[in-house]
């Protein structure tokens, strides 16, 4: 069964600055991976789907990659700024469903 | 410590007909939030309840998707005439409070004849 972990828990970092989520998945057949964004009272909202044929995929300040091969994706967040601040969460899509990491509470520090 | 609990896992219906989901959240959550993926799209937030109350709907298409909690029983999303392009799969979550972590249920695949 696919297994999601994502490093660091937590993450405060100051305003402006560029930096990187962690996801590491088990199975490497997954069909896809996604990353989330979690605001409180809120759904999840999504911020980057990667099909399993793609690499990488981009949007706005977000940018986020897929290595099969070694397990890992990563979310890279550039100039981050105060309305970053929310709970990322990846989610694998395989065989077995969806499954989600635990996510990481990012504050970004004004 | 049963997790969410959705059922049925795969539903099978022929267009016009009526879909019904349902969600039974973990036990002491009284937030439950849906959400719908599409093949090859990812998940997507659809509506969100607290006992009897709709707090966020404003992922739930206009017409024909209803979705309510009601003080017992579990959560229901109904599709009422049901297209071809209401096949997908249907995920509910629960959350005991505001703001705390969600979990997941395994999702109904909804798949429309």
């Known amino acids: 069964k696919q297994e999601v972990t994502q490093i660091p828990a937590a993450l405060s970092v100051p305003e402006g600055e560029n930096l990187v989520l962690n996801c590491s998945f088990t199975d490497s057949a997954i069909y896809n991976l996604q990353w989330f964004r979690q605001d409180p009272g809120k759904g999840l909202t999504s911020l980057l789907l990667i099909q399993s044929s793609q690499r990488e995929q981009t949007s706005g300040r977000l940018n986020a990659s897929l290595d099969k091969s070694s397990g890992r994706s990563t979310l890279y967040i550039a100039a981050s700024q105060p309305g970053d601040s929310a709970t990322y969460l990846c989610q694998g899509g395989g065989a077995d469903g969806l499954t989600f990491g635990k996510g990481t509470h990012l504050i970004i520090q004004p | 410590n049963a997790g969410v609990m959705q059922n049925p896992r795969h539903l099978v219906r022929r267009r016009g007909q009526e879909a019904r989901l349902r969600c039974s959240p973990m036990k002491g959550h009284s937030h439950v939030y849906w959400y719908r993926q599409l093949p090859e799209e990812g998940l997507k937030f659809m509506v969100y309840?607290?006992?009897?109350?709709?707090?966020?709907e404003s992922g739930m298409p206009k017409e024909r998707f209803s979705a309510e909690f009601p003080k017992e029983g579990p959560s229901i999303l109904r599709i009422q005439q049901v297209v071809r392009g209401d096949s997908a799969a249907y995920f509910c979550?629960?959350?005991?409070?505001?703001?705390?972590?969600?979990?997941f249920g395994d999702g109904t695949r909804l798949s429309i004849l």
């Open positions: 309840l607290q006992k009897e109350n709709i707090i966020d």
């Open positions: 979550a629960s959350s005991p409070k505001v703001g705390q972590p969600q979990h």
